[in-house]
């Protein structure tokens, strides 16, 4: 696939692909929660009839290459791959969209434990234990417009899951945080779970001392900023970006014990699991 091809993919699937629905519609356009920051005014906006994007808090558009590039932060070579094997559509009139989500949702077939060889390669790449990933993920099989796919499975409280394999990051509906409850003082709150396992694999251990919230993303930050009253101290893991800045800054406005671990543990990276793998680590086994 080409930027001219990809050009063409429609953006309302792929937000659709990733578990962002829009909060409401209005003529040609969709307006979703920003998927970069955290905010609970629907001020990010797809036109579907010319399929573009707009963030109106940032001031910031384009094509489906600008947005997945900025969601993911990756170069467009690394997109294109990943729209190569996201299943989504060529961009039509909006109305149809409606029509092609049922048949574009991912379904998933099958639960198992880790097995496959090649999801244990890829937590291998990513430097996270399979004891650990064993603990946390399971081996997710999907179809999506019938044809059948398998990822790894983090599990959310609402029962969806965030699926990731080599080529593809995706979610289930419903889509929400997930939270680990030990009745402890102090709040950690990670971004994704591939941190939240490499904090894990960092920390030497298989499970976390404190309460544990993992986004899966950042527009769930909201929901969350009434739970951190019940904490004496919170924990920070976020990513070294706009984004993720303006987390912390948001959360430390709410409570009056904020680490900002990023800063201290991995400021010249731009996540956990990026500067981990860049220490000298044993494989996954």
Known sequence: ???????????????????????????????????????????????????????????????????????????????????????????????SFYQQNSNTAIKIQHIQPIQNKALIQYLTIRKIPLNIAKTYLKEVYYNTNNKKYFALGFKNDKGGHELRNKYFKGSTSPKHYTSIKNNATSLNIFEGFFDFLTALAYFKTVKPGNDTIILNSLAFLDKIIPKLKSYKRINLYF??????????????????????????????HKDFNEYYKTQILPSAQ
């Open 239 to 268: 990513d070294n970006d706009k984004a993720g800045q303006k987390a912390v800054e948001l959360i430390i406005v709410n409570h009056s014990l904020v680490i900002n671990q990023a800063a201290k543990i991995y400021p010249n």
């Open 1 to 95: 696939m080409n930027s001219k091809q990809a050009k063409n993919l429609s953006i309302f699937d792929f937000l659709k692909s990733q578990g962002i629905n829009p909060k409401h519609t209005k003529g040609n356009k969709a307006f979703y929660v920003s998927p970069f920051r955290s905010e609970t005014k629907a001020s990010f906006n797809v036109d579907v009839d010319k399929n573009i994007w707009y963030d109106y808090g940032t001031g910031e558009g384009g094509r489906i290459i600008d947005l997945v590039t900025k969601m993911f932060n990756i170069s467009v070579s690394q997109a294109l791959n990943m729209l190569l094997n996201t299943n989504i559509s060529n961009n039509n009139h909006f109305f």
